[in-house]
């Protein structure tokens, strides 16, 4: 699926994770740029989790940073979908 | 025996790490809250942080309630599409102020349960009451439907309809609580109180809570984790409350193995109803008999 446009979910209080995605236009595949103040014990399992779910939404060219704050996985998982929806223009319920 | 609702701890839907830990606070219910606790910007971010929030985190044992947005916003819908599939214990809807609009909300649901195959009588409904029109209408909603099991009270709304100032002993919206207890207990279910809002005071929400129990009320509002205690000190029976209730109930099947329905404990007279209070209060403890 392709982005529409560039899209934030999430927020910097502890036990979230902020993420920020947009599109990239010219096939350059996925530019992942995530930090975390778990990096070391969680960072590859954070990686991992964020390409799953780029690729059940099959969105392969975009330009996506993470700021996490110790968010378990079902926060990651719903502050990117959240991301996505909003980049998709997906999301009814919103006023953005 | 019924769940237990003493305390309903709010927490807001866009809040991950309430949300994640709303099972350790040890309140009686949870209400997971989609509507006035989250900003209008950021409802499809709280939806979705609840749907998956219900599908991986464990609340124990404690009731887990959501508040949809009301059906005249353009969130409603899509609150019940995305949270009723999860079949959570309840969904509490805001704002019920007639029978027509609480049809609506069962015809939704139910055509989504059909959809996805569920059941109609596992996920319950709270009412909540936060208008004058809601009041005048309470007892019929209370009796509409067997999925309404409980009908709570929104205070701030309501004395905010009622255009009338938050008096903090409750006195303008004293009638409403006592026909919302009335209503409720007429249909054997539940009435929640209000929140009390100014968790700094604890005497006062304890002198709150005695009058909400005193009323009817089965249990309260919280809006911080810090008034559970209080509440549930208020609501569950004192030892000496517990002790006599056992004491009722022992006597009163040795008397009724004799057939006598009406004795006396301590000069006292003890009858049926006085054995049915016997019986909630051993419930509330507890205790089986």
Do not use: W
Not at chain 1, 29 to 40: A, D, F, H, P, T
Not at chain 1, 80 to 91: D, F, K, P, S, V
Not at chain 2, 48 to 57: E, G, P, Q, T, W
């Amino acid at each position: 699926m392709e982005l529409h446009r560039k899209a934030q979910a999430g927020t910097f209080e502890s036990s979230d994770i902020m993420i920020l995605i947009e599109p990239l236009k010219n096939k350059e595949g996925r530019k992942l740029e995530i930090s975390s103040s778990v990096m070391l014990q969680y960072g590859d399992m954070l990686s991992e989790l964020v390409n799953n779910i780029l690729d059940k939404y099959e969105i392969e060219n975009v330009h996506l940073i993470a700021k996490d704050k110790g968010a378990l996985e079902p926060t990651i998982i719903a502050r990117l979908e959240t991301a996505i929806t909003r980049a998709l223009n997906q999301q009814k319920g919103t006023l953005l | 025996m019924k769940t237990k609702r003493r305390t309903m701890l709010y927490i807001p839907g866009n809040n991950p790490a309430m949300l994640q830990q709303g099972g350790i606070y040890g309140a009686d219910s949870l209400l997971l809250d989609l509507e006035d606790a989250v900003a209008l910007n950021e409802k499809d971010s709280a939806r979705i942080l609840v749907k998956n929030m219900l599908k991986s985190i464990s609340y124990y044992n404690t009731e887990v309630c959501v508040r949809v947005n009301h059906l005249d916003t353009p969130f409603g819908i899509e609150d019940l599409e995305t949270i009723v599939p999860l079949q959570p214990d309840a969904i509490r809807f805001p704002k019920t102020e007639t029978v027509k609009e609480l049809k609506k909300l069962i015809d939704i649901i139910e055509i989504i349960e059909n959809k996805h195959n569920l059941p109609h009588n596992k996920m319950t409904i709270h009412a909540m009451i936060e208008t004058a029109l809601g009041v005048q209408n309470v007892f019929k909603i209370a009796k509409f439907s067997k999925r309404v099991d409980a009908i709570t009270i929104g205070g701030q709304d309501l004395t905010a309809d009622m255009n009338i100032a938050n008096a903090k002993d409750g006195s303008g919206i004293d009638l409403a609580r006592k026909m919302i207890v009335m209503a409720a207990k007429a249909n054997n279910i539940d009435a929640i109180d209000t929140v009390f809002v100014d968790v700094n005071d604890e005497e006062g929400l304890r002198i709150e809570t005695e009058y909400a129990k005193k009323i009817g009320f089965t249990g309260k509002a919280v809006i911080n984790p810090r008034q559970i205690d209080i509440i549930h000190e208020v609501f569950t029976p004192t030892e000496a409350e517990i002790r006599r209730a056992f004491r009722i109930i022992k006597e009163f099947k040795k008397n009724k193995d004799a057939g006598i329905g009406v004795f006396a404990i301590d000069g006292k007279m003890v009858d049926a109803p006085v054995v049915a209070r016997a019986r909630h209060t051993l419930d509330l403890a507890d205790i089986k008999y």
